[in-house]
């Protein structure tokens, strides 16, 4: 991996746009770029958080910056190929390559959801490696969630309902993912969504739940302790118990105190 210099770098990335519209040449380029740029002497040990089971660059954060913003600039000045573009990109066995879809994904201007709702099927299968499904999540449903808000909740929905366990995971990282994200969150709708698998909840996606709980306490710590407060008065569930005390560290000291009490006690 040669060494970073910024003012090369954006010269190169800034070159590799000039393809945008050609989807095919476009990947063809942006391969050859993270080739050069792939540091392969990093070890899996050093990789933070899912460590994906795809091939991986080990890109330079800088690298991935740049190409994050000339692409918001370029699909902002014209959206129409971008579709194109993730459909080609998405194909790439390559960690990064697949990231780079999501990103252009996430940033195409939506005037309806179904685009996005479309590749989300045709993606979110068992050949999906788990570490992008928070990227997925967080980045590529960026403006459908923004713009249409209860189709990204209702979608999300279908993954609850679904009575399988593996899809219901799914649906959970969705909804964390969506708290971190959106300006405008309706808390008590996903109450109401949630209740029913906070109160039985499966070992099958028993930590998922528990990020969404540790989200939802992070975006509205008052509500949700309320929320898990009227849930443990009525329960004395080892389940239960232990999936809120699971949740903790994401309140504020206090409300973490005020639940611990309850989880430990006997009813």
């Known amino acids: 991996m040669p060494a970073v210099n910024p003012t090369r770098m954006r010269f190169q990335v800034e070159a590799l746009m000039a393809h945008y519209s050609d989807p095919k040449a476009f990947h063809l380029v942006l391969s050859n770029l993270f080739d050069l740029y792939a540091n392969r002497a990093l070890r899996f040990g050093d990789h933070t958080g899912i460590r994906p089971m795809i091939p991986t660059y080990h890109l330079p954060a800088p690298l991935l910056r740049q190409l994050e913003m000339d692409l918001e600039r370029r699909v902002h000045e014209n959206p ?18 697949k990231l780079a879809a ?33 990227k997925l999540f967080s980045i590529g449903t960026r403006q459908l969630q923004d713009k249409f808000p209860q189709t990204w909740e209702n979608y999300l929905e279908t993954f609850l309902e679904s009575g399988d366990p593996q899809k219901a995971s799914v649906g959970f990282l ?22 029913p698998y906070v109160r039985s909840p499966q070992p099958q996606n028993f930590r998922e739940l528990s990020t969404l709980l540790m989200a939802l306490a992070e975006a509205s710590p008052a509500e949700t302790g309320f929320f898990l407060r009227q849930i443990l008065s009525v329960t004395d569930s080892p389940e239960i118990k232990r999936l809120i005390k699971d949740s903790l560290p994401g309140f504020p000291p206090e409300i973490q105190d005020e639940l611990r009490r309850m989880v430990t006690r006997s009813r």
């Open 80 to 97: 129409d190929p971008a579709l194109a573009l993730v459909d080609e990109l998405w194909q790439d066995v390559y960690y990064e390559v």
């Open 174 to 195: 969705g909804l964390a993912e969506g708290l971190k994200n959106r300006q405008s969150r309706n808390i008590p709708a996903l109450f109401r969504l949630i209740g």
């Open 102 to 134: 999501i990103t252009t994904l996430g940033l195409i201007p939506l005037t309806d959801p179904q685009p996005v709702l479309d590749r989300l099927d045709q993606w979110i299968d068992d050949r999906l490696d788990l570490s992008l499904l928070p």
